[in-house]
């Protein structure tokens, strides 16, 4: 009876039933846009500085993250290869070999991050060619380079020039090299496009005097949130030889970095929600007013104030219920549409957020938990909203409200 009462009142009066519920709607829109859209760049983040470099795990030879040089590489044997092929959550690795040496070209020099790549586990895993911007992508057994975007900048390079490597090798051995360049490469992380020279896997090796030995093996996940259960799970099975790091260690300053912006946010959503609590109390208010003389009236001819308060705290339940659902439906295509339409900064902001090696793009993101969250976060506001109507219709005085 009681649902019967409040879905007939609903429909009384649709105007100021559309206008409580407009506001709920309208709460939940903006409340969802603002976490999508900082969701959106933190998962822009990691994976323009994870995901397209370190991976969201990395198996090492023990001490090398302390001392990450050529002498602490690792032979990629048979038996490591089986026992990260026994773990079902690991989609594929890609073997690397990272280095450091000092590019030159005329009398411009650079220091370089010099990675060696499997180039087709690099194309079945990470889509590395998707990253060329000019020239081509290296095939197997290549004898070419592919430099950073920012890289070939400063050494003022292109496509088809040669550029020179000079650095230590395997042992103390010296390290040096010359590669015509294939193509340029652009990441999303600048830091990298300002570094990078990428060589196939074998060059590298004899660049660097290594035979059959990486430096790291990146991880692939089938899902990337379950890298810190899994590397902690690979880190008792590989043994003490190896150490496994997830991306949280791989990148602290990352996860600093986003913990630091996400406390930020939180009194920035704290502000909205004050907001949008004023906003639905108002509309609330504006109801409580217009009814009073019914509730007199209800209440004069015998309806007990307990189950006037019950029909109205429903009612209340049920336009927030329904605002929260179509928030939730309005907000959904407009963060699809930015996620895949990202919105690019300008100039000043670009140089600003490439010094904090970021790309300058915001994008939203479309994670159903966020929507989810956001609508119940909202109707949960709405609820203890609904408190004050339910006591205030309890203490109703009949004489003054039939007189209103």
Do not use: C
Not at 159 to 184: C, E, F, M, N, W
Not at 289 to 316: N, Q, Y
Not at 379 to 385: D, K, N
């Amino acid at each position: 009876m009681y649902l019967k009462l409040a879905w007939r009142n609903l429909w009384r009066n649709k105007a100021r039933t559309f206008i409580t519920m407009a506001a709920v709607l309208l709460a939940v829109l903006l409340s969802t846009l603002m976490m999508s859209m900082k969701e959106g760049v933190y998962v822009g983040m990691i994976d323009s500085m994870v995901g397209a470099y370190t991976g969201y795990g990395q198996v090492h030879a023990k001490g090398y993250w302390d001392e990450p040089i050529i002498d602490n590489s690792f032979e990629f044997t048979e038996n490591l290869a089986q026992k990260l092929g026994q773990e079902s959550e690991v989609k594929g690795y890609t073997p690397r070999i990272e280095g450091f040496a000092l590019s030159s070209s005329d009398d411009q020099t650079k220091g370089a991050m010099v990675l060696g790549i499997d180039t087709e586990l690099e194309l079945a895993h990470s889509q590395l060619n998707e990253q060329v911007v000019q020239g081509d992508y290296l095939k197997q057994n290549d004898e070419g380079i592919l430099l950073g975007k920012g890289l070939a900048k400063s050494l003022n390079l292109t496509v088809g020039d040669t550029i020179v490597l000079i650095g230590q090798g395997y042992h103390g051995s010296t390290a040096a090299g010359k590669y015509p360049i294939r193509g340029i490469v652009r990441f999303g992380s600048p830091e990298l496009s300002n570094q990078l020279a990428i060589l196939e896997a074998k060059q590298a090796q004899l660049f660097f005097g290594l035979e059959n030995q990486f430096t790291s093996l990146i991880l692939h996940f089938y899902d990337n949130e379950k890298a810190v259960e899994i590397t902690q799970k690979l880190t008792e099975e590989l043994g003490e030889e190896f150490e496994v790091m997830d991306w949280t260690a791989l990148s602290p300053d990352l996860v600093s970095m986003i913990e630091t912006d996400r406390v930020e946010g939180y009194v920035f959503m704290f502000i909205l929600y004050m907001v949008i609590s004023f906003g639905i109390f108002g509309t609330v208010l504006m109801m409580l007013s217009e009814r009073k003389h019914e509730f007199g009236v209800l209440v004069s001819i015998g309806m007990k104030r307990i189950r006037l308060a019950i029909v109205v705290w429903i009612e209340i339940l049920t336009i927030n219920l329904m605002g929260a659902i179509l928030g939730m439906l309005v907000a959904f295509p407009i963060a699809y549409f930015f996620y895949k339409n990202p919105i690019k900064l300008g100039e000043d902001v670009q140089e600003m957020m490439e010094d904090y090696g970021m790309e300058a793009v915001i994008q939203t993101s479309v994670d159903p938990s966020i929507f989810i969250s956001q609508a119940t976060i909202v109707l949960i506001i709405g609820s203890v909203i609904a408190i004050y109507p339910f006591i205030n219709i309890t203490r109703l005085n009949v004489i003054k409200a039939m007189r209103s």
